[in-house]
């Protein structure tokens, strides 16, 4: 599905693309327009280009510090975690992580749209993604603190949906290490 997605807007930036090069070599020359040696044109267009100088390396320094990229590096000593949202009620493969062990939980939804959320025992909501039938989203998470957290639903899903509650726990690393 994903990749549908990604060939058909590969596809619509293409045609985009195109139409703005064909729009481009068939419009006039600049000298045909009023005069616009105004200092004000000057500025923008230094200002552009500026932005598109500085833009560009901001841009590839930053863009992989995005959290879509974190399920393509984790590692194999990751606990992989089956998270299935039911009316009202979560079904959770494994209920214990370690801190400091990357924790990858596959979530879906065996009716209807449910959100998970991990919230710590400050009920502070650390990480989030939508559980949805027919689907499953990887949610890629390292635990620092160790405590009890608890899975609450996100999406208003029917009458009991505040019911839909699971405990995880996370506790020190086996090997004694400071974390
Ligand atoms: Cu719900």
Not at 47 to 68: C, K, R
Not at 129 to 137: E, K, L, R, S, V
Request: aromatic fraction near 12%; hydrophobic fraction near 50%; charge should be negative.
């Amino acid at each position: 599905m994903q990749e549908t997605a990604w060939v058909a807007s590969t596809i619509a930036i293409v045609v985009l693309a195109a139409i703005f090069v064909w729009v481009i070599t068939r419009s006039r020359m600049e000298s045909e327009y009023a005069p616009i040696q105004n200092s004000g044109y000057v500025w923008r267009k230094r200002l552009f280009l500026l932005l598109v100088i500085a833009g560009i390396p901001l841009m590839g320094a930053t863009l992989m510090n995005l959290p879509y990229t974190a399920s393509a590096a984790v590692s194999d000593d990751a606990l992989h975690v089956e998270a299935k949202g039911f009316q009202w009620y979560w079904e959770i493969s494994a209920s214990e992580a370690q801190v400091g062990q990357p924790v990858v939980f596959h979530v879906t939804s065996a009716d209807v749209n449910h959100g998970f959320g991990i919230y710590d025992e400050s009920m502070r909501l650390i990480a989030q993604t939508q559980a949805m039938p027919g689907y499953t989203n990887e949610l890629v998470h390292v635990f620092n603190t160790p405590g009890t957290y608890q899975i609450l639903c996100l999406e208003f899903c029917g009458v009991a949906h505040h019911q839909m509650k699971a405990l995880f726990r996370v506790v020190a690393a086996n090997d004694g290490e400071e974390v």
